[in-house]
């Protein structure tokens, strides 16, 4: 699985992306936050993703549910969550 960053997340994370071994959203953010420290708490304490940010599996859809199990080869979007304009 493969965590892509987008705008301020990739500007925290220091990089574009992060190959992880995974099986859900939570597991893959897990990995993340312990590589990129600076990206800050991801998931909330109960189990939530973080406010700051949106997750979404292959550009298709954002996950509701940090436990859903993802497939192997699943690309992760990890999205700055404040609105532009």
Do not use: H, K
């Amino acid at each position: 699985m493969t965590v892509e960053f987008y705008g301020i997340p990739r500007q925290r994370a220091g990089r574009a992306q992060l190959a992880v071994s995974a099986g859900t959203g939570a597991a893959a953010l897990a990995q993340v936050a312990e590589a990129c420290p600076d990206l800050g708490p991801l998931v909330t304490p109960d189990g939530r993703l973080a406010p700051l940010y949106l997750l979404s599996v292959d550009g298709e859809r954002f996950v509701a549910d940090l436990a859903e199990p993802l497939p192997p080869g699943t690309r992760l979007l990890l999205l700055s969550a404040d609105a532009g304009g």
